[in-house]
């Protein structure tokens, strides 16, 4: 075996020739079997350096160019690999064809007049000052493309690459050409020459045609055959060093890798390479408007960059830019297309918001009506939605949730109307009947399905305030007709049982009384209100307040010479919004319930009372059984406790307050909402009625209680108040504490003051009912 001259002991260089079916158009069909782009694509594999078309049909100039150089083979350069073992190789790669004249079509005349197969066998090539190949555009502007000369003008062939075009050519007959690859291997083999058989353009192959090319090779001994895609570079490589490998026995045994494995790893080194390229071009292009231009130089370092464009060339890499920024376009469209989309429901309930308008248009005929509309600039002109979104499926999609948003509130109110006309009309909703009792009344009507729970309640809550109020304004008129019921009470006394069983028995019979009969406490509040007015006759007692002629004349005094009269605006009690309290107040054998029924009767009619010159609405629920019962329950779906005021006057209701307590922290341990430790919580000792301060309870009982209930109050992490403190003391932690200062705004109430709280501080003077003197 001759081998070539070496440039370097460590890098050894081989002469490889490729060979195959050449000729005319009659010979070879209307295109080659691919020796150029093989050839192309192993010496210079970038994708960007790779082209398809080869032609050897050139023009008597071309021909006689120093690339050609009249020669009937091309020198496509020299290339470097490096093989599992040993160290590198260089190879010349030179291609074997026939050059046809474009006037004649037929072979040009050359120096070499040898037929094709025995030319493309010779081991010798010589082509004085013979350059370098790249392209078909280098014929004739060799100027413009790097200038490199064959070495020496000659090389001594080491290797030949025999291909088979295994492609359903164009007016090409396999089996003609096998014929002629016969010929041609035939010729071949006389040179001792090793011989690879590499089969062309195997990503078109036909089946027939590549199992026929590897029975050939079978026949033949030692000749090696690899299945190649110049196209999609597939196995090009390998044909090449498979060669070397039987030139050079050290480099090693070859490795023949079937096309369609190969190929499987080309994709996936294609597609890992394209995600990473991806992966960069997402890191880097964040903006839709970035250009490729400015994109190209930023990326030109990057490792991802440089391994995609070699393997899929610029082209694809600019493509795969612009799909980004096209979809980074899309996402910036699609994001602006919400946002308008998310506006458009504001501007459809703004431009018509009335179902009268638009129910009988059609979507088109609702745009026409939105244009007429004086608000139509704000939402399609300052606030940027184009008006022809409005010509989307999506926007009328949106229209006719607006439509139905519509309907459904008309038959919504329809439904609030139609259960408040049920709730009036009922003879059995009364005043103050539950909503547990009263909902079984509505389960059945059509209206149930449309109203969710709380609107329900909320409009029961509301007729029910409506009732309750007109029930409460005729049995205060019921009062006022029997007057002559209070007239035997003695001042600043509170009535006894008897009296107010007397009372009731007359009143017993009225409809006006019967009507509060499931708000007895509320109506007991009443009578005690009443009686507490008709003995304190001011505006604050006054059962019209805060509308009666007092308050009335303050106000208009006030406003017509605000400097002299200022004083009484400042006071007035039906001014500004009220504060809510809801207080429990627990105790045991009626005392919960009558201290409930002495507060109301301090408060104005509708339930409110001033405390540091701020008015509050109290809500009170007396509680004296077992806390565990739904019926004693702190917490209902109307009321929420802010704060909790328990009473005792002995150690059996001491008892009960603490075993009320603790089941009922017992009952809410572990829930996610426990607010029962949050709330204010007082423990305050009763005296007996008609003792005049706590020593007449008896020395020694009344310090027994009062250590007691602040051991008491201590366990269960409450306030205890003392008997002996100043009245009221105990509203401000339950919510009241909010009103800063403490001058008392309510000392017209000095009648009642000692029912809010601990009794009053008397003077030595004060002797003139001191049996009337209690203690709560």
């Given at each position: 075996m001759m081998m070539a001259k070496k440039q370097d002991a460590k890098a050894p260089t081989y002469n490889l020739v490729v060979v195959g079916l050449s000729g005319t158009e009659k010979e070879k069909g209307q295109c080659g079997v691919g020796k150029s782009c093989l050839c192309n694509r192993f010496v210079r594999p970038s994708a960007d350096n790779f082209y398809l078309d080869h032609t050897s049909v050139l023009s008597t100039s071309d021909f006689g160019g120093r690339v050609v150089n009249n020669d009937h083979f091309l020198f496509w350069g020299e290339t470097g690999r490096v093989l599992e073992e040993g160290p590198e190789c260089r190879m010349h790669v030179v291609e074997q064809t026939e050059f046809i004249d474009d006037q004649t079509f037929q072979p040009h005349r050359s120096t070499a007049l040898q037929p094709y197969i025995k030319r493309a066998a010779s081991n010798k090539l010589a082509s004085a000052e013979k350059l370098m190949y790249f392209c078909t555009d280098q014929l004739g502007l060799e100027q413009d493309f790097e200038q490199k000369q064959m070495p020496e003008g000659k090389l001594m062939v080491d290797g030949f690459l025999l291909c088979v075009d295994v492609s359903r050519g164009m007016n090409r007959n396999f089996d003609d050409q096998m014929k002629f690859i016969t010929n041609l291997y035939n010729q071949l083999a006389k040179n001792k020459k090793p011989v690879v058989l590499v089969l062309t353009k195997c990503d078109e192959g036909v089946e027939r045609y590549i199992k026929d090319s590897h029975t050939f090779a079978l026949a033949k001994k030692n000749l090696q055959v690899v299945e190649t895609s110049a196209r999609s570079n597939i196995n090009v490589d390998l044909a090449f060093l498979t060669l070397v490998q039987l030139i050079d026995k050290g480099r090693g045994k070859p490795k023949i890798i079937p096309y369609f494995e190969a190929l499987k790893q080309q994709s996936q080194q294609i597609a890992s390479a394209k995600d990473r390229y991806e992966w960069l071009v997402s890191r880097i292009v964040k903006n839709h408007n970035e250009t490729w231009p400015n994109i190209n130089r930023r990326m030109q370092t990057s490792s991802e960059y440089k391994e995609y464009v070699f393997l899929e060339g610029t082209a694809k890499v600019k493509k795969l830019f612009q799909q980004h920024v096209h979809r980074l376009k899309q996402e910036h469209i699609e994001r602006r297309r919400r946002v308008y989309l998310s506006t458009l429901p504001q501007a459809l309930g703004s431009l018509v918001p009335e179902l009268d308008e638009i129910d009988h248009l059609s979507w088109s005929g609702v745009q026409k009506v939105l244009e007429t509309k004086q608000d139509f600039s704000h939402w399609f002109v300052d606030e940027r939605i184009p008006q022809d979104l409005l010509e989307t499926p999506v926007a009328e999609t949106i229209y006719e949730s607006h439509l139905e948003h519509l309907k459904n509130e008309r038959k919504r109110a329809e439904m609030r109307w139609e259960f408040k006309e049920k709730l009036s009309a009922s003879p059995f909703i009364t005043a103050g009947k539950p909503w547990e009792e009263a909902r079984s009344f509505i389960m059945n009507e059509d209206f149930y399905q449309w109203l969710e729970e709380p609107e329900y309640l909320d409009i029961y809550n509301r007729h029910q305030k409506e009732i309750i109020d007109r029930a409460k304004e005729d049995f205060q008129e019921l009062l006022?007709?029997?007057?002559?019921?209070?007239?035997?009470?003695?001042?600043?006394?509170?009535?006894?049982?008897?009296?107010?069983?007397?009372i009731q028995e007359v009143l017993g019979e009225e409809q006006r009384?019967?009507?509060?009969?499931?708000?007895?406490?509320?109506?007991?509040?009443?009578?005690?209100?009443?009686?507490?007015?008709?003995?304190?006759?001011?505006?604050?007692?006054?059962?019209?307040?805060?509308?009666c002629v007092d308050c009335k004349i303050e106000q208009v005094l006030a406003s017509k010479f605000?400097?002299?009269?200022?004083?009484?605006?400042?006071?007035?009690?039906?001014?500004?919004?009220?504060?809510?309290?809801?207080?429990?107040?627990?105790?045991?054998?009626?005392?919960?319930r009558e201290l409930a029924n002495e507060i109301r009767a301090l408060c104005t009619n509708d339930d409110r009372y001033v405390l540091d010159g701020k008015m509050y609405e109290l809500s009170l629920r007396p509680i004296e059984g077992n806390v565990r019962l739904p019926v004693n329950s702190f917490h209902t779906p109307t009321f929420t406790p802010h704060g909790v005021l328990c009473l005792y006057n002995s150690k059996e209701s001491l008892s009960y307050i603490v075993e009320s307590i603790e089941k009922l922290r017992e009952s809410t341990l572990g829930r996610r909402e426990n607010s029962l430790f949050q709330l204010p919580m007082n423990l305050l000792l009763v005296t007996k009625r008609g003792v005049g301060s706590i020593r007449d309870i008896g020395g020694e009982t009344a310090h027994t209680l009062?250590?007691?209930?602040?051991?008491?109050?201590?366990?269960?992490?409450?306030?205890?108040?003392?008997?002996?403190?100043?009245?009221?003391?105990?509203?401000?932690?339950?919510?009241?504490?909010?009103?800063?200062?403490?001058?008392?705004?309510?000392?017209?109430?000095?009648?009642?003051?000692?029912?809010?709280?601990?009794?009053?501080?008397?003077?030595?003077?004060?002797?003139?009912?001191?049996?009337?003197?209690?203690?709560?």
């Open positions: 006022l007709e029997y007057s002559e019921l209070f007239y035997e009470l003695e001042v600043d006394a509170k009535p006894s049982k008897e009296k107010m069983g007397a009384f019967k009507a509060l009969q499931k708000l007895q406490a509320e109506r007991d509040a009443l009578v005690l209100k009443h009686i507490h007015f008709v003995y304190h006759p001011t505006k604050e007692t006054c059962p019209n307040s805060p509308h605000p400097t002299r009269y200022s004083f009484f605006d400042s006071h007035k009690p039906g001014d500004g919004n009220a504060d809510r309290i809801n207080l429990v107040i627990l105790g045991k054998d009626g005392l919960g009062i250590l007691q209930g602040q051991q008491v109050a201590g366990k269960l992490q409450c306030g205890y108040l003392d008997p002996a403190s100043p009245g009221r003391r105990w509203l401000r932690p339950l919510g009241l504490r909010r009103a800063r200062g403490c001058r008392d705004q309510t000392a017209a109430h000095r009648g009642g003051e000692h029912l809010l709280g601990a009794p009053r501080q008397h003077s030595g003077q004060d002797h003139h009912h001191p049996q009337r003197q209690q203690a709560f």
